[in-house]
């Protein structure tokens, strides 16, 4: 069974740092992983789609990888900013129909 | 003016009632997706459709029914309301491909309910 862990759960940091969300799955079995944004009361927004033949996306100033082998995915955030601050959301898409969403890492960038 | 919208946005209801929530898309696509978000977990699929006449149970369809009345809509129910379906709940699109993959999703705002 297909399992997404996210560590950590809350992250704290100050304005400008740059920062790495992890994502770990356990079947490597996957066609895509994808990264979302959660903002209260928007939703979910895309921010990256990484296919399973593709090692990276990038997006302005996020980068998101993917290792299917040894099950990992890291969002890279480069100079985070207050509005950076959201819960961000790592889900893979194994076999079958089926997303499989991990518990999110809460985000707070500090002015 | 959004995508994929959802409606009502909250609602506090009693045990034992039905409730529907609505969601509607202008995307075009024909996949859509019904989840429950609870605090420390991920989402969780409860219902999907990949068209009209195609509904398929998810992984918590207990409790919970659908109606696809036409490719932009897709409604959940809850036939009898109990506190454990409390939850934010998402509605979901993503065009189809012909390899039957999911690519991209895209969500509606959630619907905050609380059941007492």
């Known amino acids: 069974k297909q399992e997404v862990t996210q560590i950590p759960a809350a992250l704290s940091v100050p304005e400008g740092e740059n920062l790495v969300l992890n994502c770990s799955f356990t079947d490597s079995a996957i066609y895509n992983l994808q990264w979302f944004r959660q903002d209260p009361g928007k939703g979910l927004t895309s921010l990256l789609l990484?296919?399973?033949?593709?090692r990276e996306q990038t997006s302005g100033r996020l980068n998101a990888s993917l290792d299917k082998s040894s099950g990992r995915s890291t969002l890279y955030i480069a100079a985070s900013q207050p509005g950076d601050s959201a819960t961000y959301l790592c889900?893979?898409?194994?076999?079958?129909?089926?997303?499989?969403f991990g518990a999110g890492t809460r985000l707070f960038v500090k002015a | 003016d959004a995508d994929v919208t959802q409606t009502p946005r909250n609602r506090i209801t009693k045990t034992g009632k039905r409730i529907m929530l609505e969601c509607s898309q202008t995307?075009?696509?024909?996949?859509m997706y019904w989840y429950r978000q609870d605090p420390g977990l991920g989402l969780r699929l409860i219902y999907y459709?990949?068209?009209?006449?195609?509904?398929n149970k998810g992984e918590i369809s207990d409790g919970y029914s659908v109606s696809r009345q036409a490719q932009a809509k897709f409604s959940l129910s809850l036939e009898s309301a109990i506190p454990n379906q409390t939850a934010l709940y998402f509605c979901a699109t993503s065009a189809g491909t012909s390899g039957g993959e999911v690519n991209e999703q895209f969500f509606g705002p959630g619907t905050r309910l609380t059941v007492l």
């Open positions: 889900a893979v898409k194994p076999g079958g129909f089926k997303t499989i």
């Open positions: 990484i296919q399973s033949s593709q």
């Open positions: 459709s990949f068209d009209v006449k195609d509904i």
């Open positions: 995307k075009g696509h024909d996949r």
